[in-house]
């Protein structure tokens, strides 16, 4: 005779499961890293360390004092490729002065922005800018090897669309962005070409917990600037501003991509309500 279930048994078998775990339970079927499997679809992004090798060259011949920043870099990126993931379905390949970040699941998207948007937003306190693109596609990323639709797509972004100091989104996976709340320094924006880019001075606003006395209700949650971190990337910039200014007749594209970066610093500092942080002046 079978046993009789016990009351919290039973009444487990006929409570609903709620649509969010059932959504994460699903997510995390489809996005799992399966080594040795044909490829399934993520989301990746290419990251490329801009000025890298001008680094590399000045550490050699007059600033030994960059190689706490060159190790530092390095040290950051390689701590991202081994950080551990209990769901198994992140995975970050770091070579030279590029990263490969992917996300497999329907919700993968918005685990490659939060990865891109910290590693780009600690470089920028080191007044390192990055250039990158994000897509996807059948792309195999396991054990450091990776290869595949969505890597091929990320860098042909990075290296034919971005150009300047900006992590490019493809068109078709802006509708694979399910969840966006409106902080003032936004997450996403639409540059001067209407290209959707990822907004790195967004990881310098940090944001109210949802319970906290300080959330707001709707689409706003509030929260605070990082001012400190703002001025590590102030400090940063304009370091990076003068360097490439005493360069402009043989590098002018350097010069290019830190002036759009000064410009979006600027902006940031706009939409931040009580900044006391002053613009760069780009004629430095």
């Known amino acids: 005779m079978p046993k009789r279930p016990k009351p919290d048994d039973e009444r487990a078998r006929h409570e609903p499961v709620e649509p969010f775990d059932t959504l994460h339970k699903l997510n995390l079927e489809a996005g799992q890293i399966r080594p040795g499997e044909f490829p399934t679809e993520r989301f990746v ?34 701590w991202m490729a081994e950080a551990p993931d209990p769901e198994n379905v ?28 910290a590693f780009a937003g600690e470089l920028l306190k080191r007044g390192i800018l990055c250039r ?52 003032p320094i936004p997450l996403l924006k639409r540059d001067a070409d ?20 300080n959330a707001v209700s709707g689409d706003h949650w ?31 594209r350097i010069l290019e991509k830190v002036i759009w970066a000064v410009k979006q610093f600027n902006e940031t500092l706009q939409q931040v309500q009580g900044s006391q942080i002053p613009p760069i002046d780009v004629k430095l």
């Open 194 to 213: 209407g290209r959707l880019i990822l907004n790195v001075f967004n990881y310098f606003w940090t944001r109210a917990e949802i319970s906290s006395e």
């Open 90 to 117: 992140r995975a970050v390949t770091a070579f030279s002065d590029s990263v490969v970040i992917s996300e497999g699941g329907r919700f993968g998207m918005a685990g490659v922005i939060a990865t891109v948007r």
């Open 132 to 183: 990158g693109g994000i897509a996807r596609g059948r792309t195999y990323h396991a054990n450091g090897i990776v290869f595949g639709e969505g890597i091929v797509r990320a860098y042909d972004l990075e290296h034919d669309v971005a150009l300047t100091a900006r992590i490019v989104i493809a068109h078709d996976v802006a509708p694979s962005i399910h969840f966006l709340i409106d902080d």
């Open 45 to 78: 992004a290419f990251i490329d360390i801009l000025g890298f090798r001008d680094l590399i060259e000045r550490m050699f011949s007059d600033e030994p004092t960059l190689f706490k920043t060159v190790l530092d870099t390095l040290e950051h990126s390689k």
């Open 222 to 252: 509030g929260g605070a600037v990082d001012e400190p971190g703002l001025l590590q990337a102030r400090s940063g910039l304009i370091d990076a501003l003068s360097r490439a200014q005493s360069k402009s007749v043989e590098k002018p």
